[in-house]
């Protein structure tokens, strides 16, 4: 049988890079209800994963020819377990490709399952993956077949950059904190968030990791005005902090398939701006033809009972920041926790915005107390209501 020559093995750049090129472009085929992003590399296959501590990349080869692609990363993160937090070490799926000819022959199944062997051998105690609500196909492969359960439904949120900035208002100061400070401010803040990541501090550092910013209004009594956010851990009573990954640089986006709302509402908006440029029309850009650049918001945090104003306005800072950029920076992504209220805040479209997808997850060790693996994903997927939901601290590095 043709499956018996199958060969699944580590991606080699020198001589898989082509193939693995060839065989995304012929596994983009998304929803046709509303519209879907698709991803370029831009001649890095790798460039998902490229900044991750640990990372893997394998393929499934027949007859010298590349059917198929799966990726992994292994970082160390906070999970909530028996209402305590534990830092534990996790394994990232992402990127599965299999060719449409060779579907439904058990390719996907082995190498996920030769990911997970990966991660083994590196001691993770979880495994993870993203993929949409309506991906029946990625369901029925890590759900019913790989014993992968549903763990969170974050929020997608896509904002359009547009030629003209946004107005900020006066009584807001936007500060730009250092490594150090941003550092010691989402650890202190953030560390027990779920799936806060162990190494910010290489994020932080990172070339693509444009800075962190925080926001407070004038005036108040506080160490800030003085540039020194946070001294003495005084704090103002109502303030807002994000960060910004830059992927214009090593991933772009590509729109698939737009729909004919999506097209008209484009065409439309621009001849609007061009005529009645008074009514300052929010227009989309024209991104339907070539790749664009993106921006990835990530570890966004407020406090204070005027922390959601501070967070639109750091919203609109960062669209101001984008459409200076010269390397065709055309939206602004971030992802959230489902049940976020965050999302009443951050500026977004629709029509681009995915409002649920889907995490799933499977422990793949026990711990120490020799609990069982399914008390152990009770722990970590119980239903929390609205008000008691968790946030979710998303890494750009898997975006």
């Given at each position: ?23 995304q ?24 994963i ?10 499934a ?134 799936f ?21 209004f ?6 800030s005005?003085?540039?020194?956010f ?39 908006s ?69 049940y ?28 120490e ?31």
């Open positions: 049988m043709a499956f018996e020559k199958i060969k699944i093995r580590s991606y080699d750049s020198q001589i898989d890079k082509i193939g693995v090129e060839d065989l472009r012929r596994c983009e085929v998304g929803p046709l209800d509303h519209v879907f992003l698709f991803t370029d590399t831009m001649g890095d296959p790798i460039s998902r490229r900044n991750s501590p640990i990372y893997n990349m394998l393929v080869e027949l007859n010298n020819e590349i059917i198929g692609v799966i990726q992994g990363s292994i970082k160390v993160v906070t999970l909530h377990i028996s209402s305590k937090n534990h830092l534990a070490k996790v394994g990232y799926i992402l990127g599965l490709r299999v060719a449409p000819v060779h579907r439904r022959k058990g390719i996907a199944l082995s190498l996920a399952r030769n990911m997970e062997e990966w991660f083994i051998s590196h001691q993770v105690d979880y495994a993870y993956m993203a993929t949409e609500k309506d991906n029946v196909a990625s369901i029925k492969l890590f759900v019913n077949k790989l014993g992968y359960v549903k763990f969170r439904t974050p929020t997608i949120l896509v904002h359009p950059v547009n030629n003209r900035p946004f107005h900020l208002s006066s009584s807001v100061e936007i500060m730009k904190l250092n490594i150090e400070q941003a550092e010691f401010v989402y650890r202190k803040f953030m560390s027990s968030t779920e806060f990541p162990h190494d910010i501090n290489r994020i932080l550092k990172n070339e693509l990791s444009s800075g962190t910013w925080v926001a407070y004038r005036g108040h009594d506080d160490e005005s003085n540039g020194v946070g001294l003495n851990g005084r704090f103002p009573n109502s303030w807002a902090m994000m960060s910004v990954w830059k992927s214009t640089e090593v991933l772009k986006l590509r729109v698939g398939k737009p729909t004919f709302s999506c097209t008209l509402y484009a065409k439309s621009r001849m609007m701006e061009r005529v009645l440029p008074c009514l300052r029309v929010q227009t989309l850009p024209d991104f339907f033809e070539n790749p664009f650049g993106f921006y990835f918001i990530y570890g966004v945090y407020r406090e204070g009972p005027s922390s959601g104003q501070l967070v639109r306005t750091l919203c609109k800072f960062v669209h101001n920041l984008a459409t200076d950029e010269k390397d065709d920076c055309k939206v602004i992504v971030t992802e959230i926790g489902g976020d209220e965050l999302k009443l805040h951050i500026p977004h479209w629709k029509l681009l915005s995915c409002p649920e997808d889907l995490w799933c997850i499977k422990p793949l060790k026990l711990y107390d020799k609990r069982t693996k399914t008390s152990l994903i009770n722990d970590l997927t119980k239903n929390p209501t609205p008000k008691t939901t968790r946030a979710l601290f998303v890494d750009p590095r898997e975006v």
